[in-house]
C-alpha cells in the first residue's frame, strides 16, 4: 500500500518568515494530496489540496506544489502568524479514497 | 451550515465496556470515513462507508470493532469490549463523491479506557 513520509516532524520559525513542509509518497497510483491543519483538541481542518494533473496551486499565503516523477510535494507558508501555530499533515489517496497520512509536522511561528 | 457533527466529544469507558460513537456527515454528503489518531501520530484510516454499505474496511481490526451507515440516522463506530490499546481519538469524515474527493472531518471523540 501506499506510505507517505513527511519531514521535519517540529518546525519553529519567526513571525513574518516562511515555513516550508514536506511530504514523500510511494504509489504512483496516488492523484490527490490534500493538507490539513489540526489545531488542539480539533479535528483536521482542509486547508489546500493538489491533484495530480497540476504542478502548483497558491491560495492567499499558502501554496502547494507537486513533483509526480519524483513523488514528492511540499507546503509552503509565507508571511507567517502566530495563528499558523498548529500540527500539518499531508495526505496521499487514489481512486479507493483511503488517504494515508503523514506523521505531522508540529509549526510554531515565535512572535 | 452545519460541518460533520460527532458525539460524545469524550467517552470514558471501563475495560471490557462497549464504546459507541456517532457521525453525522455534513449535509449533502453521503461517503462517510473513520480514522483513528494515537497521542503524536497521524490519522490511520479505518473504514469508508456509503449509506448502508461497507466499501473499504481494511483498516479496521477484525475483531470487536464494526461500522455502520444506516438509511437513516449517523453513522456508528461500535467498539466492543474495550481495551486500553483502543484510547485514542476517533475522527469521522465526510465526502460528497466517492472519488479523490474533498474529506472534511468533525472534531473527534476522544475515547478513553479505564
Known amino acids: 500500500g501506499e506510505n507517505v513520509e513527511q519531514h521535519p516532524s517540529t518546525l519553529s520559525v519567526q513571525e513574518g518568515d516562511s515555513a516550508v513542509i514536506k511530504c514523500t509518497y510511494s504509489?504512483?497510483?496516488?492523484?490527490?494530496f490534500p493538507w490539513y491543519k489540526q489545531e488542539l483538541g480539533k479535528g483536521p481542518q482542509l486547508i489546500i489540496d493538489?491533484?495530480?494533473?497540476?504542478g502548483e496551486k497558491k491560495d492567499q499565503r499558502i501554496a502547494v506544489t507537486l513533483n509526480k516523477t519524483a513523488k514528492h510535494f511540499s507546503l509552503h507558508i509565507t508571511e507567517t502568524q502566530p495563528e499558523d501555530s498548529a500540527v500539518y499533515f499531508c495526505?496521499?489517496?487514489?481512486?479507493?479514497?483511503?488517504?494515508?497520512f503523514g506523521t505531522g509536522t508540529s509549526l510554531t511561528v515565535i512572535p | 451550515n452545519a460541518g460533520v457533527m460527532q458525539n460524545p466529544r469524550h467517552l470514558v469507558r471501563r475495560r471490557g465496556q462497549e464504546a459507541r460513537l456517532r457521525c453525522s456527515p455534513m449535509?449533502?454528503?453521503?461517503?462517510v470515513y473513520w480514522y483513528r489518531q494515537l497521542p503524536e501520530e497521524g490519522l490511520k484510516f479505518m473504514v469508508y462507508?456509503?449509506?448502508?454499505?461497507?466499501?473499504?474496511e481494511s483498516g479496521m481490526p477484525k475483531e470487536r470493532f464494526s461500522a455502520e451507515f444506516p438509511k437513516e440516522g449517523p453513522s456508528i463506530l461500535r467498539i466492543q469490549q474495550v481495551v486500553r490499546g483502543d484510547s485514542a481519538a476517533y475522527f469521522c469524515?465526510?465526502?460528497?463523491?466517492?472519488?479523490?474527493?474533498?474529506?472534511?472531518f468533525g472534531p473527534g471523540t476522544r475515547l478513553t479506557v479505564t
Open positions: 469524515a465526510s465526502s460528497s463523491l466517492g472519488v479523490a474527493r474533498e474529506q472534511y
Open positions: 462507508l456509503q449509506k448502508e454499505n461497507i466499501i473499504d
Open positions: 493538489i491533484r495530480s494533473n497540476v
Open positions: 495526505a496521499a489517496s487514489e481512486k479507493s479514497n483511503q488517504f494515508y
Open positions: 504509489d504512483s497510483a496516488s492523484n490527490y
Open positions: 449535509k449533502g454528503h453521503s461517503h
